[in-house]
């Protein structure tokens, strides 16, 4: 995934991109303002700044894991 620019939600999850969540997942927390709110391009166009997208993988990494 690139440093900047934007990025589409394929190069965000894994196993392309850097965060292992599922697409309902991320959606989720997109609502709930947990991840960065998309830039809408058009009507078929959904994007987001890849600057944030990996302030939200630093951030991720510096928390220690919850345990189930």
Known sequence: MPRTGLVRLPQILAPVGPLSVSKSTFWAKVRSGEFPQP???????????????????????KKPAKKR
């Open 39 to 61: 830039v809408r391009l058009g009507p078929g166009t959904t994007t987001w700044r890849a600057e944030e997208i990996w302030a939200l993988v630093d951030e991720r990494e």
